[in-house]
């Protein structure tokens, strides 16, 4: 039968507007069913989110005809350094160092602001997809040959393929009956920006305290983004504090190293899980992003994982509309799930690891990963492994998109 569009995208955050671009380049007819309204976040003033955009991520953009217009709001990391700390005590002895310019390909990644990267997709969707802001997927049911996706104003469209693009708590995974594991990490992000004295000379910094994770990210001028992982109770205590009493509390932890610091915006907090679907297809339904994996943010990877999800995703679909295949049918999908779901596993698997490892004060521990860190410092070759896969260029097969090429 005739359908509506070839695929239906469930989800208008990042990834389900990259992965509809990624798609209609190569000629595929798509609608995004985008459940905030239009342009909530491409309209809004500076708040603090930002990702760390890896460098096939950027070169995905890149394929795609939107990094032009972001390059200069971006701030490169031009240089990591990770260590153990205590409050009030600055960073342990042992440190580990990424420099990139010991990696030919440039930069490991790009600082960039949520509202740039949102406005660009959004932008560079009007006439190419079908975007249908404040708008939910209520049901779905699978066809011979299409889905059949009701919206929550009564409308159906019909489509080959449904994409789950609607993070942890996927309604389309659900309604496809594709269940998750996971656990909690008794822990909650607090997440703001910072003004500083000093400039941070593309340095992101990264302290293991024992009860989680401190990350400051460079952005554009003398200011960072932190992304501070405390225990529950200390983090709901925290976050309910005044913002010069949170200050006070996070002084501490983040060193004068960049000079005097302020609030630059709003602060947000989000509790930390790890959450995996037990599969990432199901009839005519394949997940993206936090629907399939959502991760610690320890190593700053969740959308970066998302992007690949997306660049394998659309280069199966692709190559399969130009054989004509059925985009929808059960072999095509496998060849995604085959090709992503043991790198996201494993990654987000890594990723709870090093957080169990790090949020403690064992003695024994610590001094093991003291001696580890710097050990990975001083070997070259096994340092500019670690570079590699921060940059996302370790993917095996790596997709298209995320060498720069379009599909």
């Known amino acids: 039968m005739a359908v509506d569009h070839d695929i239906i995208i469930a989800g208008g955050g990042l990834n389900g507007p990259t992965l509809a671009l990624a798609l209609s380049q190569a000629g595929l007819s798509v609608a995004v069913i985008d459940a905030r309204p239009a342009r909530a976040r491409a309209e809004a003033g500076f708040d603090g989110r930002a990702y760390a955009l890896a460098l096939a991520s950027r070169r995905l953009l890149t394929a795609l005809g939107l990094w032009g217009g972001l390059a200069d709001k971006a701030q490169p990391i031009l240089r990591v350094e990770a260590a153990q700390g205590q409050p009030g005590e600055g960073a342990g002895p042992f440190h580990l160092v990424f420099d990139s310019a010991e990696i030919e390909e440039g930069p490991v990644g790009h ?16 006439g190419r997809v079908t975007h249908l802001p404040g708008r939910q997927v209520t049901g779905q ?23 789950g693009a609607d993070g942890r708590g996927s309604s389309v995974a659900a309604r496809a009956g594709i269940t998750r594991r996971g656990h909690g990490y008794g822990q909650t992000a607090l997440v703001c920006a910072v003004d500083h004295e000093k400039p941070h000379n593309g340095t992101a ?47 501490p932890r983040f060193g004068d190293y960049l000079g005097e610091i302020r609030l630059a915006g709003p602060r947000f907090s989000y509790p930390l899980s790890l959450s995996l679907a037990e599969s990432y297809v199901a009839p ?42 059925d985009i929808g049918a059960p072999d095509v999908l496998e ?31 610590r001094q093991a990963r003291g001696l580890g860190m710097g050990l990975v410092t001083a070997i070259a070759p096994l340092r ?24």
């Open 205 to 251: 910094w990264q302290y293991f305290m024992p009860t989680g994770p401190l990350a400051i990210l460079p952005l554009p001028g003398n200011r960072s983004s932190i992304v501070w992982s405390e225990a529950d109770e200390n983090a709901h205590a925290i976050a309910a504090l005044p913002d010069d009493e949170f200050l006070e509390v996070l002084r």
């Open 284 to 325: 005519r339904v394949a997940l993206v992003g936090d629907a399939a994996h959502g991760v610690h943010p320890v190593a700053g990877q969740g959308l970066n994982l998302g992007l690949r999800d997306v660049a394998a995703l659309a280069e199966v679909v692709v190559e399969a509309a130009r054989r004509g295949e």
């Open 335 to 365: 060849r995604y799930q085959r090709w992503r779901r043991f790198d996201a596993t494993a990654l987000g698997l890594g990723m709870d690891t090093v957080n169990r490892l790090f949020s403690n004060d064992l003695p024994v521990l």
């Open 111 to 126: 600082m960039l602001e949520d509202r740039f990267l949102y406005a660009a997709l959004v932008d560079a969707m009007e």
């Open 141 to 163: 049911q699978e066809h011979p040959g299409h889905v059949a996706v009701t919206l929550d104003d009564g409308r159906m469209l019909t489509g080959r393929l449904l994409v």
């Open 384 to 407: 500019r492994a670690f570079m590699r896969q921060a940059a996302g260029l370790a993917v095996a097969p790596m997709p298209r998109l995320l060498t720069g090429r379009p599909l």
